[in-house]
Every structure is written in structure tokens, then in C-alpha cells.
């Protein structure tokens, strides 16, 4: 049984940091790329960050420079750090599990991050 969970989700003020944290199981994590997406209210799911099974990043213009994600292959975990939040970050935050050339891909539940100005 395939499993993210997600953790570090909270309220925060602009300019704050904060850090999410994606742990994942019934999968070889090794091979997947990982991503974390935000859907913000009455909005799209969009992607935020992604990392390669390779390592290999990136990111949406809008937390460029901002944002970092970074994965842990020995605890099967994949962390976005968050540095200068905006009250435009207020979303919440799913961990994205995708096989590539496969089709195959999963979600955690979610994790809600307000930002307030």
C-alpha cells in the first residue's frame, strides 16, 4: 500500500520560514521523481517544486529563489524548505509521487500553509 504523508504544514507571517516534510512508503522511492503542489482556494493544483529520482530540481517562477526541495533516500523522504513566505504561498501542500514513462503516480492528503500579511 502506496503512502505519503505529509507534516509541517502551519500559520505563519510574511517573511517567515517554514518546512514540509513528505514521507513515503510502498514504493521504491529511489526511482520515483517527487514533487510537492499547492492548491490555493478557488484555484488549480499547481506544481511548486520537483526533484528527479536523480536529484535534478525545479521550480515554479514563483517560488524561485524562495523554495528549495531536497530528498532523503535512506529515510524515503522528500522536505521543501520555504524561506520568505508570501500571503500568495497560502495553500495547501500535496506530495506528488510520479514513475516516470509509467503513468503511475500518487498523492498524499495534503497540508495546509497560511501565510498572513
Known amino acids: 500500500q502506496v503512502q505519503l504523508v505529509e507534516s509541517g504544514g502551519g500559520l505563519v507571517q510574511a517573511g517567515e520560514s517554514l518546512g514540509l516534510s513528505c514521507a513515503a512508503s510502498?514504493?521504491?522511492?529511489?526511482?520515483?521523481?517527487m514533487g510537492w503542489y499547492r492548491q490555493a482556494p478557488g484555484k488549480q493544483r499547481e506544481l511548486v517544486a520537483v526533484i528527479t529520482s536523480g536529484g535534478s530540481t525545479n521550480y515554479a517562477d514563483s517560488v524561485k529563489g524562495r523554495f528549495t526541495i531536497s530528498r532523503d533516500y535512506a529515510k524515503n523522504t522528500v522536505d521543501l524548505q520555504m524561506n520568505s513566505l508570501k500571503p500568495e504561498d497560502t495553500a495547501v501542500y500535496y506530495c506528488?509521487?510520479?514513475?516516470?514513462?509509467?503513468?503511475?503516480?500518487?498523492w498524499g492528503k495534503g497540508t495546509l500553509v497560511t501565510v498572513s500579511s
Open positions: 510502498g514504493i521504491i522511492f529511489s526511482i520515483y521523481a
Open positions: 506528488n509521487a510520479q514513475r516516470p514513462s509509467s503513468g503511475m503516480y500518487y
